[in-house]
């Protein structure tokens, strides 16, 4: 069966390092991935999008590589921000173009000041 | 910026009952979804809308589950007859448009509770 995974359920960094969180699929050829930052009692937001023929997409201390040899996904936040804290949601559009968005567990990230 | 709101915030429900869940999208967009998240669970696909109709549903969506546009601005979810196991958040999301890399707008959510 398809199965999206987070590595970490939490993660803690120092303030100011690059935080750098991890999202694995298996049985999918995603075309799309996504990754959303979800606040506690808060809707998922929208961070960066990239398409399976993309390794790499930047947006200001963002930074999310994609690779479908290893089925693997990882987001960056450089010089990471108190502010930072949240959960980050990895989702997956699949090849067939239907719009089931599916979305992994999510990491919550917590940057110490 | 344009933002979905929903209402109400928390919903408290008896077994049974009938519930409905109103969104409304932001004004431009034709493509329309609800989600849902069980407490410490992950976000879940319940369905897609466009056009009038429903374009993809989840497992999760059976019979008890239904979606209107009764009007321009408004998109609904009813859930016929609430079971516990309907507890959860709701989330309704719209986008510009669909099937492909758009990214989908997420209202801040209806916290349902079935007693």
């Known amino acids: 069966s398809q199965k999206i995974e987070q590595n970490s359920e939490a993660l803690n960094i120092q303030e100011g390092k690059t935080a750098t969180l991890t999202c694995n699929y298996t049985n999918y050829s995603p075309a799309y991935l996504q990754w959303y930052r979800q606040d506690p009692g808060r809707g998922p937001v929208f961070l960066l999008l990239i398409r399976e023929n993309e390794k790499e997409k930047r947006k200001e201390r963002l930074k999310v590589t994609f690779d479908t040899t290893l089925k693997q996904s990882l987001f960056h936040i450089t010089a990471s921000q108190p502010a930072d804290s949240a959960t980050y949601l990895c989702?997956?559009?699949?090849?067939?173009?239907?719009?089931?968005?599916?979305f992994g567990t999510g990491t919550r990230l917590t940057i110490i000041p | 910026e344009p933002e979905v709101t929903q209402t109400p915030s928390h919903q408290v429900t008896q077994m049974g009952q009938e519930v409905i869940l109103r969104c409304v999208p932001i004004s431009n967009h034709l493509y329309f979804y609800w989600y849902r998240q069980i407490l410490g669970q992950k976000v879940e696909f319940l369905v897609s809308?466009?056009?009038?109709?429903?374009?993809?549903k989840s497992e999760i969506f059976d019979d008890q589950f239904s979606v209107e546009r009764p009007d321009g601005s408004n998109f609904t979810l009813k859930i016929r007859s609430t079971k516990l196991e309907d507890s959860a958040m709701y989330f309704c999301a719209s986008a510009l448009e669909g099937g492909g890399p758009y990214e989908q707008y997420f209202g801040p959510g209806t916290r349902l509770t079935v007693t």
């Open positions: 809308f466009y056009n009038n109709e429903i374009s993809e």
């Open positions: 989702a997956f559009l699949p090849t067939d173009g239907n719009e089931k968005l599916t």
